[in-house]
């Protein structure tokens, strides 16, 4: 019989050789024999095996072929995505030949042709394979997911938590060149940003930069077991692993760090803000304890930082790139306790969202949701039962087929909309040119008038960026005073005993952490609710302001528009912070400033950048791991605050509750997340951008005018060539 009982053992039911014996009442020498014989397991032998496991006979006799069966799906639209890349980095290697050609041209057509080549570069990212990141307690089966789906045994899996690493599962079609045949590359994030961009290690320079060790499978367990040689003596963060494998023709997995790994903190932190690296989560929990104690914070966390890819235009369903599993469903008897097990744990999590959460995000967002959308994203799994699988599989491969479309159709208008501004510019540009050959005297007019207008323009963007850093810091304060008096009303023993008795909470284990939960839930959320808020004065502050110095820009004939000098000069290429609100309502000129700094940073998956739903995702989760670690520590507290009895007992356990706050030092942590929000938004803003950005005016003005009717000849045709490049 051909059956791999030790697979079966380690891999499906996480047992030891010990463990195993003993529920199937034999010797483990009987076991170990059976293992190391497996062509003499007789069909009574199977038969005694499904009924100590659970597993029917039917699926041990097909257990072989079915952990060998890769997933796979339509990959059609993903080619055609592949070819929007290639053609855009065709693009882009064309216009750095014209470039060097013409290295001796003018200082007008230089700036043009690098703004083309930061449009085109910063386009690049975008077009890629969503990833899909795996999240959840230690033992839960995350690798164990991941290596059925792409079909082989690759990940470490096991019921002891061993991954340390961010583990990105990729396609060999995507491994750079001159790695060879190494599968595995160990990396650390020494660029100093807050993770490695796996997108960039093509290039061999960031490459060397990132790279610690690359080679075969075993480099792997090295670095990311725990048994491994320097899983803690080294600063690793990363692991590529290059596989052929159907799915990933499809998107890239990530495996992260378990969370509660009680001998690594790191890895919690790993776990919450790698995360924020993937565009479709799949959130597991075991079935047999579904959504218990910590899996609500994590979960929590999680739904209130997902960066949503549907949108009003594209008919994706609410919530659908986040998968919420119950791995291990087979050790749960029957289809109905499955289906209450996912009915209960998506309650218990609503139960302890903070009051209107729902209508909150939908405001926010500018998209609806309800909890109903919530719960269908629950789903069971099994390695070992399609039946228990078939229809997260089904619904997580349906996605992926139908992603590319989206971001080819997204990123391709995007694109476009950013290269027809630049077209309608080079337009512009050579009007001017041919007018000032035929009044040769206009272009140096032009200039000393600009000229005399600097002083002007210096002394508005001074007090424009004054008075918007006085605005910001206003609102920082603003925003932490209702935090602290909010927290200072909801944090008290009164406000705490009427959400024990409007939300029914007995004195048992369960209900108070749920109460705890309910209450950090509602801490994060007001701080959320704060961020949108003032991140929205912020908007109308500045469209009003702005709006303001250009209308006097043209009263006075002064040639600036100040609105795009700022925009085009905003610094915060990891966040906008409050600023995020701002570029969302731009449109087409948003869209255009931010691809040639840094596309993606306000869209995932190629969606159009800007709207309420992206500008969201900056905000959730302010605190971000912090929050989760606050809120266990707090549980760890109340857990050793011994047991409450007596009528007085919701009393006793708020004020329990509230001391345990004050230790963890809640409030001054939320209140330092918010501090840091407006910091990054404060940050984002060049002081001297304004300034910038006419001086530059400027010494294109200047140069024009000391141009000669050949030079502008010359200039005209450089730039009817170079409008060639932005057909795409």
């Known amino acids: 019989m051909d059956f791999d009982l030790k697979y079966f053992r380690e891999k499906v039911l996480n047992m030891t050789q010990a463990e195993f014996a003993d529920v199937m009442g034999k010797s483990q020498n009987t076991v170990s024999r059976w293992e190391k014989e497996p062509q003499n397991l007789t069909l009574e032998v199977l038969a005694e095996i499904s009924a100590n496991t659970g597993f029917s006979l039917g699926d041990i006799l097909n ?10 799906g339509e990959v059609s639209e993903m080619e055609k995505l592949r070819a929007l890349k290639s053609d855009t980095n065709a693009k882009l290697t064309q216009l750095k030949d014209y470039m060097a050609v013409n290295s001796n041209s003018s200082q007008i057509h230089k700036n043009y042709a690098d703004k083309l080549k930061k449009i085109y570069e910063n386009t690049l990212p975008s077009i890629r394979k969503p990833r899909v990141g795996f999240l959840g307690n230690s033992d839960v089966g995350k ?116 969370f509660a790994t009680s001998d690594n903190p790191k890895d919690d932190i790993q776990a919450a803000e790698g995360k924020n690296n993937a565009d479709i989560l799949v959130y597991m929990s075991l079935a047999n304890g579904f959504m218990r104690g910590n899996d609500i914070s994590y979960l929590k966390e999680v739904l209130d930082s997902l960066n ?70 629950f789903f069971t799994y099994s390695r070992d039962d399609s039946e228990l699988s078939n229809s997260f599989k089904e619904d997580f491969i349906s996605l992926l087929e139908k992603i590319p479309k989206m971001v080819h159709t997204n990123t391709f208008d995007v694109l476009q909309s950013s290269l027809s501004v630049v077209d309608r510019e080079v337009s512009n540009e050579l009007d001017s040119f041919r007018k000032y050959i035929e009044d040769k005297e206009s272009a140096a ?42 927290y200072d009303r909801t944090i008290s023993t009164e406000s705490i005993v009427k959400v024990i008795n409007r939300k029914g909470f007995k004195n048992r284990k369960k209900d108070k952490e749920e109460l705890q939960n309910y209450l950090n839930n509602t801490l994060v959320q007001k701080s959320n609710d704060l961020c949108v808020l003032y991140s929205n004065k912020l908007r109308d502050y500045l469209d009003k302001e702005l709006n303001k110095l250009n209308i006097s820009a043209e009263a006075s004939k002064i040639n600036f528009d100040y609105q795009k000098a700022f925009i085009t000069g905003l610094a915060g290429l990891g966040t906008y912070g409050a600023l995020a609100f701002y570029i969302g309502t731009l449109g087409n000129l948003g869209g255009y400033i931010v691809v040639a700094q840094a596309v993606g940073l306000l869209s995932s998956l ?123």
């Not at 257990?63 to 796979?72: G, R």
């Open 63 to 72: 257990f072989k072929s079915k952990i060998h069966d890769p997933w796979k």
């Open 143 to 258: 690798s164990t997911l991941i290596n059925a789906m792409i079909g082989q045994d690759v990940l470490p899996a096991g019921w002891t938590p061993i991954t340390s690493l961010l583990i990105y599962v990729v396609h060999t079609e995507d491994r750079p060149d001159f790695l060879g045949d190494d599968s595995v590359v160990i990396l650390s994030n020494r660029s100093g940003n807050k993770s490695v961009d796996i997108e960039q290690l093509h290039d061999e320079n960031y490459f060397e930069q990132c790279s610690i060790e690359s080679g075969g499978i075993n480099v792997l367990e090295k670095y990311g077991s725990r048994e491994g040689e320097y899983y803690m003596n080294t600063d690793a963060t990363a692991a590529v692993v290059y596989i052929e494998a159907p799915l990933l023709k499809l998107c890239t997995l990530l495996d992260l760090p378990g």
């Open 308 to 377: 949503p890819i549907e949108t009003k235009q594209n008919g994706f369903e609410p919530l659908s790139n986040l998968f919420v599993v119950a791995s291990q469903a087979h050790v749960v008897a029957g289809k109905e306790e499955l289906r209450n097990i996912l009915e209960k744990g998506a309650e218990r999590m609503d139960s302890v969202l903070p009051e209107n959460y729902w209508v909150s995000k939908s405001q926010q967002s500018g998209l609806s949701y309800e909890y109903l959308d919530f719960s269908k994203r």
């Open 445 to 486: 007019h032009d200039y000393h008038v600009l000229l005399g207008q600097k002083d002007e323009v210096y002394k508005n963007s001074l007090e424009f960026i004054k008075k918007l850093e006085t605005e910001i810091e206003l609102y920082k304060v603003k925003s932490i005073d209702e935090f602290k008096d909010f």
């Open 606 to 728: 190629g969606i159009s950048v800007g709207g309420g739903a992206a500008a969201t995702s900056f905000v959730a989760g302010i605190g971000g791991p912090i929050t989760i670690v606050l809120g266990i520590s707090i549980l760890i507290m109340l857990a050793t605050a011994g047991i409450l009895s007596g009528r007085n007992w919701k009393e006793k356990f708020a004020d329990s509750l509230i001391d345990a706050y004050k230790k963890a030092e809640a409030r001054q942590k939320y209140c330092t997340g918010l501090e840091k929000w407006w910091a990054e938004t404060a940050t984002a803003v060049n002081k001297n951008t304004m300034a910038e950005e006419y001086e530059k005016h400027l010494q294109e003005a200047e140069e024009k005018a000391n141009l000669d009717d050949t030079d502008y000849e010359i200039l005209i045709s450089e730039f009817q060539t170079f409008r060639s490049l932005l057909i795409h």
